[in-house]
């Protein structure tokens, strides 16, 4: 037969015994919940990494940064490989060598950002965002060999995720970093960011009615 529940509950909780046991698992949860608190002021948010275990939350920037020159790497392929496409489409030449020209542009500053904030550049990220980009022209087109108006149509809209991603970063970094980098002027190059979309959506929308 089986313990009767309402003895197995005086047991574990009404029992001197049980009490104790009890107020000894509080006591250490409270005081393990203080050193926390005094540990965090100490050296600031930590999060757990699961190769390193718990770090402080700055060393999470180098990577955060190389993630975004890894994307700004793949987005600058893309952008030339539109802008070789449709260079003499009249339509659509001008416009995007203007946009490449930008989108070049953002990714020095971003590794001038790095620079200042005194991040290493990684060489493997932006070298498999290239080899990923390539492969993604892969895709299906409705065409074998040569570039369709589908293709145009999919690629800025890949490219417009991309510059959505990096106006997204400027306002990470204006946010966290703002008085460090103030040189760079981040609102600034958001809102260049958002001119880009616009354009870019206006280019989207022109290539979805030649396409579809």
């Given at each position: 037969m089986g313990i009767p529940a309402f003895r197995a509950n005086r047991d574990v909780w009404a029992g001197p015994r049980g009490g104790r046991c009890l107020s000894r698992r509080t006591g250490r949860v409270a005081r393990r919940r203080v050193a926390a608190e005094i540990d965090l002021c100490r050296v600031g948010p930590r999060v757990l990494d699961p190769l390193r275990g718990v770090m402080p939350v700055g060393e999470l920037l180098p990577t955060y940064l190389n993630d975004h020159l890894a994307g700004a790497t793949a987005g600058v392929e893309l952008a030339r490989?539109?802008?070789g496409s449709n260079e003499d489409d009249p339509?659509?030449?001008?416009a995007l060598a203007e946009i490449c020209a930008e989108i070049e542009a953002d990714?020095?500053?971003l590794k001038q950002i790095m620079d200042r904030l005194d991040v290493g550049q990684s060489r493997l990220k932006p070298a498999v965002a290239v080899v990923g980009e390539r492969l993604g022209r892969l895709k299906p087109n409705g065409r074998w060999r040569s570039y369709s108006p589908l293709s145009r149509l999919v690629e800025l809209e890949v490219l417009q995720l991309g510059v959505a991603g990096k106006r997204r970063l400027?306002?990470?970094?204006?946010?966290?970093?703002?008085e460090d980098l103030a040189s760079f002027d981040l609102g600034s190059l958001a809102e260049r960011a958002t001119a880009q979309l616009r354009r870019l959506e206006t280019l989207h929308l022109r290539a979805a009615s030649l396409a579809l």
């Open positions: 490989r539109l802008r339509d659509f030449g001008p990714r020095e500053t400027w306002r990470a970094l204006e946010h966290t970093h703002g």
